[in-house]
């Protein structure tokens, strides 16, 4: 076979409306009730056909359930950014709520770790959170009273302590120590990374600019 033909078949194969990526699915450890044995199904990863641009443009061309289903998915981003700005603030109402921060620019231009986080299911983050209330006193010797602050702290993503960065760096520092003696770290992988990461710019944020933001 010539090169020729080669780039041939090359080009046949190649669909410009998908772009392949990688995801990586990490699993629960499941404990049987009877016998006590504790199991984990191994991480699966996948190559995976996400629609390119030039898909999405032939699904907006196309209509139809393609379009219904990609106007339900622009749907659930929206519902999971007002979800999320009301879990953050418990006194939040209809009457205080930023609608300006559920417009698509505004999300689109969030921060990446905060978009992340905000993919999260609730689930997962209280799993976490009773994962991190269990190992952590045995590593640390710290009290469960004090380690289920922290985890109160983590899963309402640093918003109470948000512009007092010597206890985002104690906290950034208690997640480390987590994530390297917890077991069950892997499958946490994506709240400890979008932690890790706003832990980071909320340390670096300009404390004149933070103050600024909270008073606007």
Same mark, same amino acid.
């Given at each position: 076979m010539n090169d020729t033909t080669q780039t041939s078949e090359v080009q046949a194969n190649f669909d410009n409306t998908v772009d392949v990526k990688e995801f990586k699915f990490h699993f629960k450890k499941v404990v049987d009730k009877e016998s006590g044995i504790e199991t984990k199904r191994p991480t699966v990863e996948l190559k995976l056909p996400v629609p390119s641009v030039e898909g999405i443009i032939a699904i907006?061309?196309?209509?139809?359930?393609?379009?219904?289903?990609?106007?339900?998915?622009?749907?659930?981003?929206?519902?999971?950014?007002?979800?999320?700005?009301?879990?953050?603030?418990?006194?939040?109402?209809?009457?205080?709520?930023?609608?300006?921060?559920?417009?698509?620019?505004?999300?689109?231009?969030?921060?990446?770790?905060?978009k992340r986080g905000r993919g999260i299911p609730k689930e997962t983050w209280a799993d976490f959170a009773a994962d991190y209330i269990t190992i952590m006193p045995s590593v640390t010797g710290k009290s469960a009273e004090s380690v289920s602050l922290a985890a109160k702290l983590f899963i309402t993503k640093?918003?109470?302590?948000?512009?007092?960065?010597?206890?985002?760096?104690?906290?950034?520092?208690?997640?480390?120590?987590?994530?390297?003696?917890?077991?069950?770290?892997?499958?946490?992988?994506?709240?400890?990374?979008?932690?890790?990461?706003?832990?980071? !710019? /909320? +340390?670096? *944020?300009? =404390?004149?600019? !933070? /103050? +600024?933001? *909270?008073? =606007?």
């Open positions: 907006l061309q196309a209509g139809g359930k393609q379009l219904e289903l990609l106007q339900a998915a622009v749907e659930e981003v929206v519902v999971g950014q007002a979800r999320s700005l009301l879990t953050d603030n418990e006194t939040m109402t209809e009457a205080d709520f930023p609608l300006n921060q559920c417009i698509w620019e505004f999300i689109a231009n969030m921060p990446e770790a905060e640093f918003q109470s302590v948000k512009t007092n960065k010597p206890v985002i760096k104690k906290l950034r520092e208690q997640l480390a120590i987590y994530f390297n003696n917890s077991s069950n770290a892997e499958q946490f992988t994506d709240c400890v990374k979008f932690l890790d990461e706003k832990a980071e !710019t /909320l +340390l670096n *944020a300009d =404390d004149t600019a !933070t /103050l +600024l933001a *909270a008073l =606007d």
